[in-house]
């Protein structure tokens, strides 16, 4: 799924395209994470996702280089989880969302974490994402997760690790970023300009159990 086209470089210009599963508990805010990344956009009152959500978006690390996710959003209640390795495989990346607020969530994203080094490619790259940073930053009794704490889990199981807000924006970015500088970067073609990445959301209705991107924010 890694790098379509030409494996080789071609002059000083790098384009490489990769799959991107995001899981966790329902309700985490998967869907706002990504409405936030590829349309800069939050919304407070989001439907909970159906199956699963499809978008695009690309990512310039220098003015050279192009990282182009293929985006794949999944529902995170319990009666879609069987299909979550339909989803999962051949990812090459994955973020991995619990909510700061809730700490049962994140024994949930442990719980995926865990099912991804076991079942998913093995060179998989895999980030967690503490979301709702804003809700703590106005009420700092709200938290039910240490940042140490989920850090320093992170650490031991070889993940990136970031507290985010899809409400402010807050290492959405970064965090799209730092999995970008950590994909096999090598492995990208040259970029030919007629058909190149177009940010923006790419719907794919034929694919099953999928819906668009209107929904969602679990």
């Given at each position: 799924?890694?790098?379509?086209?030409?494996?080789?470089?071609?002059?000083?210009?790098?384009?490489?395209?990769?799959?991107?599963?995001?899981?966790?508990?329902?309700?985490?805010?998967?869907?706002?994470?990504?409405?936030?990344?590829?349309?800069?956009?939050?919304?407070?009152?989001?439907?909970?996702?159906?199956?699963?959500?499809?978008?695009?978006?690309?990512?310039?690390?220098?003015?050279?280089?192009?990282?182009?996710?293929?985006?794949?959003?999944?529902?995170?209640?319990?009666?879609?989880?069987?299909?979550?390795?339909?989803?999962?495989?051949?990812?090459?990346?994955?973020?991995?969302?619990?909510?700061?607020?809730?700490?049962?969530?994140?024994?949930?994203?442990?719980?995926?974490?865990?099912?991804?080094?076991?079942?998913?490619?093995?060179?998989?790259?895999?980030?967690?994402?503490?979301?709702?940073?804003?809700?703590?930053?106005?009420?700092?009794?709200?938290?039910?997760?240490p940042a140490a704490d989920a850090e320093a889990y992170a650490r031991e199981a070889g993940l990136l690790?970031?507290?985010?807000?899809?409400?402010?924006?807050?290492?959405?970015?970064?965090?799209?970023?730092?999995?970008?500088?950590?994909?096999?970067?090598?492995?990208?073609?040259?970029?030919?300009?007629?058909?190149?990445?177009?940010?923006?959301?790419?719907?794919?209705?034929?694919?099953?159990?999928?819906?668009?991107?209107?929904?969602?924010?679990?």
């Amino acid at each position: 799924m890694a790098a379509r086209g030409p494996g080789s470089r071609a002059g000083n210009s790098r384009f490489a395209q990769f799959k991107l599963v995001l899981l966790g508990e329902s309700a985490v805010g998967k869907s706002s994470l990504v409405l936030r990344f590829v349309k800069d956009q939050f919304d407070d009152y989001r439907e909970s996702t159906i199956g699963a959500a499809f978008l695009t978006q690309t990512i310039s690390l220098d003015d050279s280089t192009t990282v182009k996710f293929e985006i794949w959003d999944t529902a995170g209640q319990e009666r879609y989880k069987s299909l979550a390795p339909m989803y999962y495989r051949n990812a090459n990346c994955a973020v991995v969302v619990y909510d700061i607020t809730q700490a049962s969530s994140l024994d949930k994203a442990k719980a995926w974490v865990k099912e991804l080094q076991r079942q998913a490619n093995e060179n998989i790259i895999i980030a967690l994402a503490g979301n709702k940073l804003d809700l703590v930053t106005e009420q700092p009794d709200k938290r039910a997760i240490p940042a140490a704490d989920a850090e320093a889990y992170a650490r031991e199981a070889g993940l990136l690790f970031f507290e985010t807000s899809a409400k402010t924006s807050e290492n959405v970015k970064e965090l799209f970023t730092a999995i970008a500088k950590k994909l096999p970067l090598d492995q990208a073609g040259p970029r030919n300009p007629r058909s190149g990445p177009r940010a923006g959301v790419d719907l794919r209705p034929e694919a099953p159990g999928t819906q668009g991107a209107g929904a969602c924010s679990c």
